[in-house]
């Protein structure tokens, strides 16, 4: 059983159009997360969420509007895309906020902005 | 803010053999979680090993182990009997610990090295 799912895998879009990436985690982890890896590869926090409460707002253009219809879900809305937008976005869990214990990331949304 | 800094985007190391990752960070916090994340060619992020602060012990895990060394602000990772399926991006991490004053507890990633292993 796939512990962190997210779909899409891919997603190409024109710019201006608007998007969602849906992710779940069947772990019953209380704190949900997305991140950003841009083409460098270097990976930076947008959200965090913790029993569907925000936490985390890493400076992120309000374009991206995240939703946690429950602790399971987080999901990723993006507003009027911009080409730099392009990256992956991984979605992760933990079973806490804070401690020592692992995120367990997603497979990962490739988004391409033409 | 806390930074994780890499020196190393790229490191090779032939099949067997050892290598070690360079890891500097900077914090005024006293606690604190460090963490090496995997990134193979499939993209997902795999934990590799973790280090609480406080333990001056340093964290194995089979042929993976750290160097952490607190007053120097460092935690080096060292792959022994390196094998194929090492090859991958590994990334440095830092988190707060509960109650160490830090403002949120997000992991704070550095830019990664890409670690080739040539059989």
């Known amino acids: 059983d796939t512990a962190v799912s997210q779909t899409p895998k891919y997603l190409v879009t024109q710019m201006g159009n608007d998007k969602s990436i849906k992710c779940e985690q069947n772990?019953?982890?209380?704190?949900m997360y997305w991140y950003k890896q841009d083409s460098k590869k270097f990976l930076k926090i947008m959200f965090s969420?913790?029993?569907?409460?925000?936490?985390i707002n890493e400076t992120v253009p309000n374009r991206f509007s995240p939703k946690s219809p429950d602790k399971a879900h987080l999901n990723l809305h993006i507003n009027s895309l911009e080409l730099g937008d392009s990256a992956v976005y991984f979605c992760?869990?933990?079973?806490?906020?804070?401690?020592?214990?692992?995120?367990?990331f997603g497979p990962g949304t490739r988004l391409l902005v033409l | 803010a806390q930074t994780v800094t890499q020196s190393q985007p790229e490191m090779s190391v032939q099949e067997a053999e050892t290598v070690t990752l360079s890891c500097t960070y900077d914090t005024s916090e006293s606690d604190y979680y460090l963490f090496w994340y995997k990134q193979p060619p499939s993209r997902q992020m795999i934990l590799v090993i973790r280090?609480?602060?406080?333990?001056?012990q340093n964290a194995t895990e089979n042929r993976f182990s750290v160097n952490f060394q607190k007053a120097a602000k460092s935690f080096s990772l060292k792959i022994s009997d390196s094998q194929l399926g090492d090859a991958a991006m590994y990334f440095c991490a830092y988190r707060s610990a509960p109650y160490s004053g830090g403002s949120n507890y997000k992991l704070t990633f550095g830019k990664g090295t890409l670690l080739t292993v040539n059989p």
């Open positions: 992760a869990s933990s079973p806490r906020l804070a401690g020592l214990e692992t995120q367990y």
């Open positions: 969420y913790n029993n569907k409460e925000l936490i």
């Open positions: 280090q609480e602060a406080y333990k001056q």
């Open positions: 772990l019953g982890h209380d704190t």
